[in-house]
C-alpha cells in the first residue's frame, strides 16, 4: 500500500475503502482506478464481504502488498464499508464499489478543494453511467459526454431529495469525506440495503456537516444486470421502505421537517411513492406510506377533489380511485400522461 505518514508529506494521506461481494469480474478495473490516481499518498483497503467467487485470489495475484485486503463473513455493503472504515488511517476516506471506477484525478481534485476551502466536510464530483455497462480500462469517453453529465447530474442532485434545501443525493463513490467528521456521525447505517448513500449524507448533513461540490465527473457508474439499481429501487421493498422512513426520522429529529422538507416529504409519499403502490395493486404498501405522511401532516396535499374525496373514502381509498384514473389515461394516451405525470417510460 501506499502509506506515507502526513507529517512526512505536504499531502495528508487519502483512505480508498473498497466493499467486494462476488466482485471478480469487475474488481482489478475498480482497484486499478484508485492504485492510478494522480494523487499518491492513498492506501486501498478492500473488504471481502463472504464472496464465494475467486475475488479474494485475484486481488491477492494482481497487486500483491499494494493493497490490504480484510474478509468477513457477509454482511451486507454497509458492514464491509464500515469494517474498512475502522481500518484507515488517512485523513479523508474515500469509499468505492467494487463494480465502478474512479476517473484519475478524482482524489487530487477532491483534496485541492478541501484545501480551498477548510471549512468543507464533504467534497463529492458528478457520477457517469456509459449507456455500455461493459466498459474496460481501455474504453474513453467523449469529453462532450462526460461535460453534459456534469451539467446535468450537479443540477439534479440537489432536486432528487429534499429539494430547495441543499441536500444532495449521492452514489457511494462521489463523495471525499473527512474522516473523523464521518465518524463522529456514526458511519453507515448497517441497517439499509437500498439508498444507504443518500441517506448518509443527507443525514450528515442535517446535523451540521458542511458539503461542497465539484464540477467534475469523479465516478464513472456501471449499472450492470447483476446489480440493477431498479431492482432494488421498488416503492414494494421492504428495504426500500427502511431507508424512506429513517431519512424522515432523522429530519424530524433534526428539525427539519418544515417548509421544503415537508412539502416534499409530503408530496413523495403520497403522490409518488403511495401512488405508484395503487397502481401497481400494493394496497398495503400503499397504506403505510400515507400512514408516515399523515404522521407528519393530518392534511394530504393534492387537488380539492382528491382532499374531497378523502373525506369520505378515507386517505388510500381516494389515493386508489386516482391510481384507476391513472390507469385508464395511460391506457389512451401512454406517453402524454406519462409526460404529464413523471412516470418514467418503461424500459
Known amino acids: 500500500m501506499t502509506t506515507e505518514s502526513s507529517a512526512a508529506s505536504d499531502t495528508p494521506l487519502v483512505s480508498v475503502v473498497v466493499p467486494c461481494y462476488n466482485g471478480a469480474e469487475y474488481i482489478r478495473h475498480a482497484v486499478r482506478s484508485a492504485?492510478?490516481?494522480?494523487?499518491?499518498?492513498?492506501?486501498?483497503?478492500?473488504?471481502?464481504?463472504?464472496?464465494?467467487?475467486?475475488?479474494?485470489?485475484i486481488l491477492e495475484t494482481t497487486f500483491g502488498d499494494k493493497i490490504a485486503i480484510v474478509s468477513i463473513p457477509n454482511g451486507g455493503p454497509s458492514a464491509a464499508r464500515n469494517v474498512g472504515l475502522r481500518m484507515t488511517q488517512g485523513e479523508y476516506v474515500q469509499f468505492l464499489d467494487a463494480d465502478n471506477v474512479l476517473t484519475p484525478t478524482k482524489v487530487a481534485r477532491s483534496v485541492e478543494a478541501f484545501a480551498a476551502e477548510p471549512d468543507a466536510d464533504i467534497v463529492f464530483t458528478a457520477m457517469h453511467e456509459p449507456r455500455d455497462y461493459d466498459f474496460t480500462e481501455t474504453t474513453t469517453f467523449p469529453e462532450e459526454d462526460l461535460a453534459q453529465t456534469v451539467e446535468r447530474i450537479m443540477e439534479r442532485t440537489y432536486e432528487l431529495v429534499f429539494p430547495g434545501t441543499g441536500m444532495p443525493a449521492l452514489e457511494t463513490s462521489q463523495p471525499l469525506f473527512r474522516r473523523d467528521r464521518l465518524l463522529e456521525h456514526g458511519g453507515w447505517d448497517e441497517a439499509l440495503t437500498v439508498v444507504e448513500d443518500t441517506e448518509l449524507v443527507c443525514r450528515m448533513v442535517m446535523r451540521g456537516v458542511r458539503i461542497r461540490h465539484i464540477p467534475m465527473v469523479g465516478v464513472i457508474y456501471r449499472d450492470h444486470p447483476g446489480d440493477r439499481v431498479t431492482n432494488r429501487m421498488r416503492f414494494d421493498n421492504e428495504a426500500y421502505f427502511r431507508s424512506v422512513l429513517k431519512m424522515i426520522k432523522v429530519a424530524r429529529e433534526c428539525g427539519w421537517m418544515h417548509g421544503a422538507v415537508q412539502n416534499f416529504s409530503m408530496r413523495y409519499l403520497v403522490w409518488i411513492a403511495g401512488l405508484e403502490c395503487v397502481r401497481q395493486g400494493k394496497r398495503d404498501h400503499a397504506r403505510r406510506y400515507l400512514e408516515v405522511a399523515r404522521e407528519i401532516s393530518p392534511a394530504l396535499p393534492g387537488p380539492l377533489p382528491f382532499r374531497a374525496a378523502v373525506r369520505v373514502l378515507g386517505p388510500l381509498g381516494a389515493l386508489s380511485v386516482v391510481g384507476v384514473l391513472v390507469n385508464l389515461a395511460l391506457r389512451i394516451a401512454p406517453h402524454r400522461t406519462r409526460a404529464a405525470l413523471g412516470i418514467p417510460e418503461p424500459d
Open 35 to 57: 492504485l492510478g490516481q494522480t494523487y499518491s499518498n492513498i492506501e486501498v483497503i478492500v473488504v471481502d464481504d463472504g464472496s464465494v467467487d475467486d475475488s479474494r485470489a
